[in-house]
DNA sequence: TGCTTGCTTGGAGTGCGCTCCAACTCCGTA
DNA sequence: TACGGAGTTGGAGCGCACTCCAAGCAAGCA
């Protein structure tokens, strides 16, 4: 794919500044959890640098080292996880980029559909903290009047 | 909240009306999750009717009759878990609940902290869902202008 | 030279919340 | 009396998203 490089390349290139230590620092994520990714193929081509980087710097046993590209996409992965969209819809999402423009519409489409979703998921949750704040209510004015609330279990 | 009931007895035993099936159709929950919720204690002393009912009722193999009172727990152990609290956490609450009125204040405090838990992945999705937008609104521009957008995989 | 630190790998294990299975029992209808 | 359908049990299995493990390598330092 490319050349041996310490430094710069053709723009769609880029040798990566962090280790996988740092990038465990600045996303929250394990290192576990970002080689996982990258088997699963959530995550391609993160760039390599080490003692086997015989020709292209992936050889086996390589160190990682992400660029600032690679941040950006974990972000967006970041937001999407925890909005709920499932990991396999994000990998989805990542083999379309890869195929390239024809897959605008689709992807498009895909956030629209996962838009919607949290946004009833918002609904969901504001409608269940009326169900919260009455109960709570309830044990409120139950410590007024020392009375009792209807709840219990059997 | 519920009185209705057809066969009464000692006022805090009261024979259900509905057999699983019936829940399961009311609640959308499957029988499984049903009587695993029992099991786990997250819903004891179900009433029960039929062939080994010597006694109480409560025979290996005999049938569960859930009450308009289960109803009503299933109602809220649902709302609570469709906020995404854990079951280990409903099911201290539930062992609060029969434990009696000395734990109020804990039962109280528990859902209070929930709520801020709510609160907080209300606020959560909100902040993604305009990462959304922002992403949508990308797609929708490029389409306009036939231009590229920055993401990319690898 | 040995030790620590940080990283590498494939594969196995974990925790949660169900979900299903096998083998059985009743009940109602024909 | 036979049969279908709904219910019972304890325990095993599943899907997801990690999480950890064992074994090994390379660099830096005393």
Redesign the pocket.
């Known amino acids: 794919m490319s050349a041996t490089q310490q430094v710069t390349t053709p723009e769609d290139y880029e040798v990566g500044k962090y ?4 990038v465990v620092e600045r996303t929250g994520l ?4 970002l ?2 990714y990258e ?1 699963i193929g959530l995550m391609r081509h993160v760039s390599r640098q080490g ?2 980087a015989g020709g292209d710097g992936n050889g ?5 080292r992400y660029s600032d590209h690679d941040l950006d996409w974990l972000e967006f992965v970041g937001k999407m ?1 925890l909005t709920g969209m ?3 819809d994000m990998l989805r999402y990542a083999e379309m980029i890869r195929l390239g423009d024809e897959t605008r519409a689709a992807r498009r489409e895909l956030l629209e559909d996962h838009r919607e979703e949290v946004r009833n998921r918002i609904s969901d949750l504001q409608s269940c903290l009326l169900v919260i704040d009455y109960k709570i209510e309830t044990y409120a004015d139950a410590e007024r009047s020392n009375d009792d609330e209807h709840s219990q279990v059997g």
Chains 1, 2 share one sequence.
């Open positions: 280790s996988i230590g740092e394990t290192a576990h959890t080689r996982w088997r003692p086997r086996r046993g390589s160190r990682r996880r499932p990991v396999a």
